[in-house]
Each structure stands twice: as C-alpha cells, then as structure tokens.
T-cell receptor, first 114, second 113 residues
Framework: DADVTQTPRNRITKTGKRIMLECSQT?????MYWYRQDPGLGLRLIYY???????NKGEISDGYSVSRQAQAKFSLSLESAIPNQTALYFC?????????????FGDGTRLSIL | LAKTTQPISMDSYEGQEVNITCSHN???????ITWYQQFPSQGPRFIIQ???TKVTNEVASLFIPADRKSSTLSLPRVSLSDTAVYYC??????????????FGTGTKLQVIP
C-alpha cells in the first residue's frame, strides 16, 4: 500500500548498533502500529499509537522504543540491536472513524543484525 | 484474545473455488472476523470482514455460521496470482483498534496451473 511508506526497505547492521525504522502515511489515520514477522510465528505487535500523545506497548516491546513525531509519522528504534531482532518489520495504520476499519500495511523493512 | 486455527497450507488448481476455514471457538460477543492476504515481500492486505452470516465483496465471500465458532473464506475461480498466505483474525476492533487482535501463522495457498 503506497499510502504507508517504510524506510529503509532493507538494512544490515551489526550487534550493538542503534537503528531507526521510519514509517510515514498519507491516509490521515490516527492509529499506527509496528509489527515484526518471523518465519512460522505470524505477525506480532511491538507498539501502537492511537494519536500523537498516546503510545502503548504491544506484545513484544522489550528492546524497542517508538516515537510518534506527527500524525503521519511513527518511528521504531532498536537502541542496541541484537541478532534475534533480525526479522521483517511492518508498519500499519487504521482509521478510528467508523466500525472496524481495516488496517493498512506498508511493504516492510527487512532487518538483518549480524 | 480469541485464538484461531487454520490449515497451514492448501493447494488448488487454477479456476477452482477455494474455501479456507478458520476455527475460533472462544470468539467473544464483540469480536469481528477479518481476513488478510499477504504476498511475499509485501505487507498484509485486507480482504474481507464480517460479524455473522455471509459477506461478499468483489474479491471474496465470508461465511459465518450462527454459532460464530468458525468462518470460511471463499475465493471464486482462483488464478496463479492468488498464491499467497491468508490470515484469519478475530477480535474487537470497534473503536479500540487492533491492539487486541492477533495474527496467526496463516494458510499458505498455492495455486497450480
């Protein structure tokens, strides 16, 4: 979904480095999410934000932090990367207006930590 | 959180109708059922959502029995481009967002020429 853009698309880095993954959206949605996807485990929620001042931990937040710089921007940071954080990371958005609005996903960032 | 169970993989020939069933025995009263499709190297994409009975859109149909303990995604006349992983999600997303909805491992559909 081109309305949700993730950068970079691919990143290789070393253990101990600080890494930031960025997500921007043009859909005007209030809600944004960060997931990681590992083979055989589906998608797991890391953090979510319902507006600029509302940020919450998800299922697997340890080792991660986030920043909601604006309604359209939600970044994920790995303060000190470790190899088991190697995964595919997805950002998603959803609209708070109306019943059960679907999520819209970016195309992911493939992160490898050596 | 409602746990879902769906087949790990399925094969189908082009032109056939494909039905993928998802079990969700502990679905709650406020939970909706949502299906997503994911191609390699892409994020999941919303297909269809429903609460009860039948829902149809231009892509698929969703059948939900009265007890709501299962649901079936039906893809009519599949083509090779329908080869993807299909996720069944169950949760209360009304006004609350998706923080209480979990993605399972999905069903990998392989369409054969």
């Amino acid at each position: 979904d081109a309305d949700v853009t993730q950068t970079p698309r691919n990143r290789i880095t070393k253990t101990g480095k600080r890494i930031m993954l960025e997500c921007s959206q043009t859909k005007g949605h209030d809600r944004m999410y960060w997931y990681r996807q590992d083979p055989g485990l589906g998608l797991r929620l890391i953090y979510y934000s319902f507006d600029v001042k509302d940020i919450n931990k998800g299922e697997i937040s340890d080792g991660y932090s986030v920043s909601r710089q604006a309604q359209a921007k939600f970044s994920l940071s790995l303060e000190s990367a470790i190899p088991n954080q190697t995964a595919l990371y997805f950002c998603a958005t959803s609209d708070r207006q109306g019943d059960n609005q679907p999520q819209h996903f970016g195309d992911g960032t493939r992160l490898s930590i050596l | 959180l409602a746990k879902t169970t769906q087949p790990i993989s399925m094969d189908s020939y082009e032109g056939q109708e494909v039905n993928i069933t998802c079990s969700h025995n502990n679905i709650a009263t406020n939970d909706y059922i949502t299906w997503y499709q994911q191609f390699p190297s892409q994020g999941p994409r919303f297909i269809i959502q429903g609460y009860k009975t039948k829902v149809t859109n231009e892509v698929a149909s969703l059948f939900i029995p009265a007890d709501r303990k299962s649901s079936t995604l039906s893809l009519p006349r599949v083509s090779l481009s329908d080869t993807a992983v299909y996720y069944c999600l169950v949760g209360d997303t009304y006004a609350g967002g998706y923080q209480k909805v979990t993605f399972g491992t999905g069903t990998k559909l392989q369409v054969i020429p």
